[in-house]
């Protein structure tokens, strides 16, 4: 059963491109942007990160932190990261326990052939841990643009 709105963050850990990890629990406090994306250094998935880099600083000041995550690993992130200068942290899900829970892992289908893979889709958690806001199938333009309105809409903590 996928997250629904209500639900609180769960207890996964991601790996990050420095070595370390992120428990997605210990997240909770302010608001939580956690989006999914395909795959590093493809079209849309880098205009996300650069949509979402573009503006850290507005997420910032409403007080929200982002993670973007894929299951490209954490040297993959690196590169991504340092060919395009972004500033939105991201995170590897190796074993697809996060996409799995978050129920982004979905059977896709391209010229009629059918395959699992990452359903673009970003989730919006309030400042007590709680999901507050979900998108999917999200459409790249535009995008980063809804979610900081939808951050800044939220209740006050």
Same mark, same amino acid.
């Given at each position: 059963?996928?997250?629904?709105?209500?639900?609180?963050?769960?207890?996964?850990?991601?790996?990050?491109?420095?070595?370390?990890?992120?428990?997605?629990?210990?997240?909770?406090?302010?608001?939580?942007?956690?989006?999914?994306?395909?795959?590093?250094?493809?079209?849309?998935?880098?205009?996300?990160?650069?949509?979402?880099?573009?503006?850290?600083?507005? #997420? *910032? $000041?409403? +007080?929200?932190?982002?993670?973007?995550?894929? =299951?490209?690993?954490?040297?993959? %992130?690196?590169?991504?990261?340092?060919?395009?200068?972004?500033?939105?942290?991201?995170?590897?899900?190796?074993?697809?326990?996060?996409?799995?829970?978050?129920?982004?892992?979905?059977?896709?289908?391209?010229?009629?052939?059918?395959?699992?893979?990452?359903?673009?889709?970003?989730?919006? #958690? *309030? $400042?007590? +841990?709680?999901?507050?806001?979900?998108?999917? =199938?999200?459409?790249?333009?535009? %995008?980063?643009?809804?979610?900081?309105?939808?951050?800044?809409?939220?209740?006050?903590?």
């Amino acid at each position: 059963m996928a997250m629904q709105e209500g639900d609180p963050l769960p207890d996964i850990d991601l790996d990050l491109p420095d070595g370390g990890t992120v428990n997605l629990k210990s997240c909770a406090g302010k608001p939580f942007v956690l989006y999914f994306y395909p795959r590093d250094d493809t079209s849309g998935c880098t205009r996300e990160a650069q949509d979402f880099s573009a503006m850290i600083g507005e #997420f *910032d $000041a409403a +007080g929200a932190r982002i993670l973007g995550v894929s =299951k490209d690993s954490p040297e993959k %992130h690196r590169k991504f990261i340092g060919k395009y200068a972004l500033t939105v942290p991201l995170a590897s899900d190796p074993d697809g326990s996060a996409l799995e829970t978050f129920g982004a892992w979905v059977e896709k289908n391209m010229y009629g052939r059918k395959y699992m893979g990452i359903e673009r889709s970003t989730f919006l #958690f *309030d $400042a007590s +841990g709680r999901l507050a806001h979900v998108w999917r =199938k999200v459409r790249v333009a535009g %995008h980063a643009e809804k979610v900081l309105a939808a951050v800044k809409a939220l209740p006050a903590a």
